[in-house]
């Protein structure tokens, strides 16, 4: 009896445990969804500044694009600021994720496409994000975007 009720309890804490890392997971999920939504908004009202909040600001960000990787907040912001330098060069971007992993506590991987629609193009391409929980927010530690067409 007293072996039964011991597996009994291990069997019982091993779904305890399961269920708290699937709602860890689901949370992680839906605080980097968040973040991303908030980065669409922002981007939508040519808000540069709180769009670039959802990436680590740090000297150690990485960013790739078609010219090869480049480090540091201050660099990705001001490419994207000669990038799109008004509303109207920036768009209303869509973001559709179509993959999310929570790799552990702490970090995550996204890959997903975005989509800008402009008065006169549409362009589009995809991005692979990869996510770090620092001081209890998710931010972008890595973003590796690029076009599916010529710009």
Do not use: C
């Not at 509303?87 to 995550?108: P, R, V, W, Y």
């Amino acid at each position: 009896m007293k072996q039964i009720l011991i597996l009994t309890s291990f069997i019982f804490l091993g779904f305890f445990v399961k269920g708290q890392s699937l709602s860890t997971n689901a949370l992680a999920e839906s605080q980097i969804r968040l973040v991303m939504e908030i980065q669409e908004k922002a981007w939508n009202r040519g808000d540069l500044s709180s769009y670039m909040s959802g990436y680590w600001n740090s000297d150690s960000l990485m960013f790739v694009g078609r010219r090869g990787p480049t480090y540091g907040w201050g660099t990705t912001y001001a490419n994207y600021v000669k990038a799109y330098p008004d509303i109207e060069q920036m768009g209303q971007l869509n973001f559709s994720i179509l993959k999310l992993d929570i790799i552990d506590k702490t970090h995550a991987f996204v890959v997903g496409k975005w989509h800008l629609k402009r008065k006169n193009d549409e362009p589009q391409g995809y991005f692979s994000l990869l996510w770090q929980k620092i001081e209890g927010e998710w931010k972008i530690v890595a973003d590796h975007s690029s076009s599916s067409q010529a710009e």
